[in-house]
């Protein structure tokens, strides 16, 4: 067979195929007739293996992809720093396998362009949810330490479900989980991504929730890096975390998130604890306590007997003994204060009385003394303060007697 195809390829029928081989050769000739072409696009992947790179160029505007191979031998020839996410030309040639039967454009030469557009767009993005503070540390929210039911957010029968979910049943056996399959790459990944993260976050029941998926290359997680699923994760009041699983490319979901997984396998266990560890600690922490707790019992125990073995508390009756000829002292002395008091108040008594007799009019009229009163019981002091047969009251020490006053010099005493 030759390489090029010939212009009108024979007719076939289900009598007389083409052979495989027939098929791909031709196919072989119809591509290498293309020749090297110059190609404009986006790095979507890039990643190197055995020192050759494999990877993506995405059409700048369409919805276009196509898979290419840069030999050990070429790469050295590319300026350095060339990427994913850079916004490239490629000298390529469309290459046909013919025994493996696949497609691959090999890269002779690649020029860098500037970053590449859907990259710029997404930093300006970064830049500005980041000055709007949703990924400040501040606002992020802290894991419950079990969850009772955690929110789980990927796609059906997806290799990141299996993995939260064994991996958090081999942690915690009873740990309870909330599924919402969505979409994660291509149109309807951000709609069903957004509506089922509002969904959990609605529930009361759900305690956390997990965003996972098992990594992928840059073009298919961009739906991680939306800004709606964004803002709908930095409106959650549920904790969030991100598991995508994808170390070289983070999307804007990492940022946002209350804690960010490397993989679905690692969101298990940031998410759940160990049942084994948990046990393990609570044994621990028994222990340590059981050994505080008998040691503080011990002390106190031998302070106790400490305490009871000193003298004052074997017996009561040394608080007596010591006591008693104090006591006996203190009584004797007084009783004799007390007489003294007593003695010297009779004495203190017997002398005021003797002053108040002494003062007193009766101690007057007793050494021979009389009180002389007018008939209203005015006491008369002086002889002008009496007329001349006056009735007069006068008080001896042992009675009173009534007289009339004489005047001397009058007549009436003359006549008498």
């Not at 191979?69 to 070429?74: A, D, Q, T």
């Not at 039911?149 to 991996?167: F, P, W, Y």
């Amino acid at each position: 067979m030759t390489d090029a195809a010939p212009s009108t390829p024979a007719p076939t029928s289900a009598d007389a195929p083409w052979p495989v081989a027939e098929l791909s050769q031709k196919l072989k000739g119809w591509i290498d007739r293309l020749g090297a072409v110059w190609i404009e696009g986006e790095i979507t992947q890039w990643g190197i293996s055995g020192g050759n790179v494999y990877g993506k160029l995405k059409d700048l505007s369409a919805d276009a992809t196509v898979s290419f191979v840069i030999w050990s031998s070429v790469r050295s020839r590319i300026p350095d720093g060339v990427t994913q996410g850079d916004r490239v030309v490629m000298h390529v040639k469309a290459n046909w396998w013919v025994k493996g039967g696949s497609l691959t454009m090999q890269v002779f030469d690649v020029r860098r362009v500037g970053l590449g557009d859907l990259l710029e767009r997404l930093e300006r993005l970064r830049q500005s949810l980041r000055a709007e503070g949703l990924f400040d540390i501040a606002r992020k929210k802290p894991l419950p330490f079990l969850p009772s039911l955690i929110g789980l957010v990927t796609g059906k029968d997806s290799d990141a479900e299996k993995d939260v979910l064994r991996n958090a049943a081999l942690r915690w056996p009873s740990v309870a989980f909330r599924v919402q399959h969505s979409a994660v790459q291509g149109d309807r990944a951000v709609g069903e991504l957004v509506a089922a993260i509002e969904a959990l976050d609605a529930d009361p029941e759900v305690d956390v929730i997990i965003v996972a998926r098992g990594g992928g290359d840059f073009q298919n997680l961009l739906p991680f890096s939306d800004e709606r699923v964004v803002r709908a994760v930095a409106a959650c009041s549920t904790p969030v975390v991100s598991a995508i699983g994808h170390e070289n490319d983070r999307p804007l979901l990492d940022d946002v998130a209350d804690l960010r997984a490397s993989t679905p396998t690692d969101a298990a266990k940031r998410v759940v604890p160990d049942v084994g560890d948990e046990l393990s600690r609570v044994d621990q922490a028994r222990t340590r306590l059981r050994s505080r707790i008998t040691l503080q019992v011990r002390t106190e125990v031998d302070r106790l007997a400490q305490l009871r073995s000193r003298p004052v508390l074997v017996g009561a009756d040394w608080i007596i003994d010591a006591r008693a000829d104090e006591l006996t002292r203190l009584v004797a002395r007084g009783a004799e204060l007390t007489e003294r008091r007593i003695e010297r108040a009779g004495d203190e008594l017997a002398e005021r009385r003797a002053r108040l007799r002494s003062l007193s009019p009766q101690s007057t009229l007793d050494r021979g003394y009389a009180i002389v009163q007018a008939a209203d019981g005015a006491v008369l002091r002086a002889a002008s303060d009496v007329v001349d047969g006056a009735r007069l009251r006068v008080t001896l020490a042992d009675g009173a007697i009534a007289a009339d006053a004489r005047i001397p010099g009058t007549d009436t005493e003359g006549d008498e």
